[in-house]
């Protein structure tokens, strides 16, 4: 196709209107909350599912900076203390 479909197009790919299609754009575009509640018995929250690489990258290096400083500390302790 070489551009960007028409809402019209979209509608007639996935035989909706295209109202619905411009309605889902909308919404689409609105921030949602993480603390929203899905699912067919309403248990799962959006923030359960989704992943934070970047927490999970600075809690990894916080853990092996606190493991290193611990193993530091030992190895400095006489066998009696």
Do not use: C, W
Not at 66 to 79: D, G, I, K, P, T
């Amino acid at each position: 196709m070489g551009r960007i479909p028409t809402t019209t197009e979209i509608a007639h790919a996935l035989s909706l209107e295209p109202s619905q299609i411009r309605e889902f754009i909308l919404l689409a575009r609105q921030p949602i909350s993480l603390d929203i509640r899905f699912g067919s018995e309403k248990d799962v929250n959006l923030e359960d599912i989704i992943e934070d690489y970047k927490y999970f990258k600075n809690s990894y290096k916080a853990e092996q900076s606190l493991n290193q400083y611990v193993e530091s500390l030992l190895s400095s302790l006489s066998r009696q203390q």
